[in-house]
C-alpha cells in the first residue's frame, strides 16, 4: 500500500476503514458535514460494490482544503471506526467511471449549478472565525446573531439546535459535535425534525462548538441556528 507522502497533494482525498454498516446517502452526508468545513466540495464518490465498500473519495476545489482535511481528520473517529485518509491516487472521475456511472455532461453541468450556487451566497468576510468563510458561516451567524440567542436563554451546558435538514440523523451531528471537547450526546425528537439538542459537559465548552458551527450548512439551503437550550 502507497503511504500518503508517495503520493502528491492533490484536491481529492481517500478515505478508507469506513463503517460498512452506514448507508450510502447517509454516508455521503455525514461526509459533506465533516468536510465541508475545509473548504467547497465538488464531489463526493462513495459506491457500496463488493470491491469499493468501506472507501470513499472527497474532491475538494482546492488544494490547500485537501491537506488541511487528510492532516486534520486522519484517524478521526467515524461511526465508531477511525478514518484512514490519503490523498487519492487518481481523481474521482476515473472511479466513477470504472463504475460505469459517469457522464460527462452530466458532471459539466452539475459543476455549473454548484458554482452558481456559491457565487449567490452572500460573502461576508471571515470575521466569524476562520472556519467561516469555507461554508458560508458568517451571514447565518449575523442573521442569527448571539444578542437574541444570549434574550432567549443563559449560557448552559446544552445546545438547541434549529433549521436541519429533515434528513439529518442524530449520528451526522453527533460527527460533527464530536470534534469539541465535552461533547456527550445529541438528542433528537422523533416527532419534530429539522431540531436537536446536543449535551456537552460544561457551558464553556458548549459556547465553543456553538461559535464553531453556528450557521454551519449541512446542506446549501440549511443554516444551523444554534442557541442554548432553555432551563
Same mark, same amino acid.
Given at each position: ?12 482525498? &481517500?478515505?478508507?476503514?469506513?463503517? =460498512? ?16 468545513? &475545509? ?9 457500496? *460494490?463488493?470491491?469499493?465498500? /468501506? ?6 476545489? =482546492?488544494? *490547500? ?33 470504472? =463504475? ?24 461576508? /468576510? #471571515? ?8 461554508? /458560508? /458561516?458568517?451571514? #447565518? ?7 437574541? #440567542? ?77 442557541? &442554548?437550550?432553555?432551563?
Amino acid at each position: 500500500m502507497m503511504l500518503t507522502g508517495d503520493i502528491p497533494p492533490n484536491q481529492t482525498i &481517500y478515505i478508507k476503514n469506513i463503517n =460498512e454498516k452506514v448507508k450510502k446517502e447517509e454516508l455521503k452526508r455525514s461526509l459533506y458535514c465533516l468536510f465541508s468545513q &475545509y473548504g467547497r466540495i465538488v464531489d463526493i464518490v462513495a459506491l457500496k *460494490t463488493p470491491k469499493l465498500r /468501506g472507501q470513499a473519495w472527497v474532491v475538494f476545489s =482546492e488544494v *490547500t482544503a485537501a491537506s488541511n482535511a487528510v492532516r486534520q481528520m486522519q484517524n478521526f473517529p467515524f461511526y465508531d471506526k477511525p478514518m484512514r485518509i490519503q490523498y487519492a491516487k487518481s481523481k474521482s472521475d476515473c472511479i466513477a467511471k470504472a =463504475e460505469g456511472t459517469y457522464d460527462k455532461k452530466k458532471k459539466q453541468e452539475e459543476k455549473v449549478e454548484k458554482r452558481k450556487r456559491t457565487e449567490e451566497t452572500p460573502q461576508t /468576510g #471571515a470575521a466569524n472565525g476562520p472556519r467561516a468563510d469555507s461554508n /458560508g /458561516g458568517p451571514a #447565518a451567524a449575523s442573521r442569527q446573531g448571539k444578542p437574541s #440567542a444570549e434574550d432567549v436563554a443563559e449560557p448552559n451546558n446544552i445546545l438547541f439546535i434549529q433549521n436541519l435538514p429533515h434528513e439529518t440523523t442524530s449520528m451526522m451531528l453527533e460527527v460533527l459535535f464530536k470534534q469539541y471537547p465535552g461533547f456527550r450526546e445529541v438528542r433528537m425528537i422523533e416527532a419534530k425534525p429539522g431540531i436537536a439538542f446536543v449535551e456537552f459537559d460544561d457551558d464553556v465548552q458548549s459556547s465553543v462548538a456553538m461559535q464553531a458551527l453556528q450557521g454551519f450548512k449541512i446542506t446549501p439551503q440549511n443554516p444551523m441556528a444554534i442557541t &442554548y437550550a432553555k432551563k
